[in-house]
């Protein structure tokens, strides 16, 4: 995925920054611990398409 379409894209719930786990293929809010799937290259940046991280699960 190209890092400068990374840059633009801010988690939809609280606009903080996020993180994208390349293996994954998501793009991680810590804030508000929710992982947005990328499918095809497109990240899904949906409240509803998100996966809520487990509590164990660390985020970087
Ligand atoms: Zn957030």
Known sequence: M?????????CPLCKGPLVYR??????VCKGDRLAFPIRDGIPMMLESEARELPAEEEVE
């Open 22 to 27: 390349k293996a994954e293929q998501e793009l």
């Open 2 to 10: 190209d890092a400068k379409f990374l840059d633009i894209l801010v």
